[in-house]
């Protein structure tokens, strides 16, 4: 029992027993391809996190032994994604100015609380908090920090000045400082922007078109950004393009991390409190949603409580070696997922990568031109945007839409965490106004059969004095009035009623104030002389009813079936059609 417990929060020890050869080869197979996608990746986005490029490949490698220690996925790659970038520069730009070791500071101590956030969710198991963030809300949000990020890279791919962290502001510095475009900075930034956009969509079918093998075509897919790395660091060194005011990143610390620990700022905490958990959960949305995804490809189980430790490690991780938020990346999972990661070891050895990355590359980065960083970011970020989404989402549901449209323009007009909780906010009194209001049937029977269905819909027979309803959501305390209200009317506009059915097969939940409103009901009904009947209440919701006084002083009665309700008090009727059923069923 206690080994199980261990394993549980330490899936290595689970797939290590049958860890072997060929698992190995495919594991450093795919270590290989996503540590050639993730260094351009790590360094862009510490960029756009407002971070030293170094940072980024600090939190490519303690995070990712963590993970393949404590995750559950076979495929996942986490490590700095643009998202999580994204919220990092808005959280930490309002305490700090960016280049300065407080921003810095400011950084781990964001990922070291929201590794804790995470650690403690999973250890309580809360991975129910996710639910909050509704499809509609991410989707928005997702679609509208694409927009965002790719708004603020147009500086870096002109080779302006411009500032901005809503999407008004951007555009009005952009055109405010349109005068400063950088020509070498420009062609820079647009040549590597078309070329990597090329090569998503033809380069494959261009190669395979020639002969090459579809495995090495999918490596030089992969590849890519490295490519325009090299190219654009080969011609600003050799035109001396930073002489011609061309950006470059400069010189990249050679060598690992050094152990740190956050600012032990009280203070700064709190600030950092509530980015830390948004960061938190929509990272934990994002990696969960990915990883249950490419384990049903594999017939794998994902436990999702464990994903919120690892996720948490993960983080921790990153603090503690001077990084940034971390979590599990899309486009990364899938090229892991495709090049045939086994278990999460090829997470580790991908850090091994970084690391050799960090002592042997990085004097090689000195001349890299900031545009092609801007480039990699934009192609990588686009693909996120999915505004079609809203388009589908209206013909489905309205209340939905109008959650993803909140998202996007609160998101693009006023930043990213006003985005988030505009969009969470309005989810939430959309759910409670649709709770409130829950939809309802005035029911009748079908002839010929012990069916009941909606009189608005079907062709059905109602019987004289009698109002069925069926209600179809759990019965409390935001729709305890509308229930009472519903009623009342029915009862006032048919004089000749003497008995209200309440049909129970879709309540599942009855609470206090619901409870205390059916009392009402029942009493205001004996006094106009109808009697209150209950039909098919599910076994845990009779189990409380009968501990309240409801039943004890309920006018009518309880019935196992709402045919057998209708037998009692309308015999001729049901027995009706019972025997056209029958009459039916002999021909």
Known sequence: MQLGR???????????????????????????????MLIPQSLAYALLAGLPPEVGLYASML?????????????????????ASLMTAAAV????????????????????????MLLAMGVLRLGFISSFLSHPVISGFISASGILIAASQIKHLLGVSANGKTLPDIVTSLVENIGQINLPTLVIGVAATAYLFWTRKGLKGFLEARGVPPRLSGLALRAAPVSAVLVTILLAWALGLDQHGVRIVGEVPRGLPMPTLPPLDLALWAQLAVPALLISIVGYVETISVAQTLAAKRRQRIDPDQELVALGAANLGSAVSGGFPVTGGFARSVVNFD??????AAGAFTAIGMALATLVLTPALYYLPQATLAATIVVAVLSLVDLGAIKHAWAYSKADASATVVTIAATLLFGVE?????GVGLSILLHLWRSS?????????????????NILRHKVVEAPGILQIRVDESLWFPNARFLEDMIYDRVAANPSLAHVVLNCPAINFIDLSALEALEAINERLRDAGVALHLSEVKGPVMDRLVRSDLITHMTGNVYLTHFDALSALAPELTGATVRDLRRETAR
């Open 6 to 36: 261990f394993k549980r929060y330490f899936p290595i020890l689970d797939w290590a027993r049958r860890y072997d050869g060929t698992t190995l080869e495919a594991d450093l197979v795919a270590a290989v391809i996503v540590t050639i």
């Open 63 to 83: 995070p990712l032994v963590l993970y393949a220690v404590f995750g559950t996925s076979r495929a996942l790659a986490v490590g700095p994604v643009a998202v």
């Open 93 to 116: 730009g309002e305490l700090a100015a960016r280049g300065t070791p407080e921003y810095l500071g400011a950084a781990i101590a964001l990922a070291f609380l929201s590794g804790l």
């Open 339 to 344: 090049a045939g990661a086994a278990t999460p």
């Open 418 to 422: 006003t985005g988030i909780s505009a």
């Open 437 to 453: 209001r829950p939809h309802y049937a005035v029911l009748g029977q079908v002839p010929g059969t012990e069916h009941f269905r």
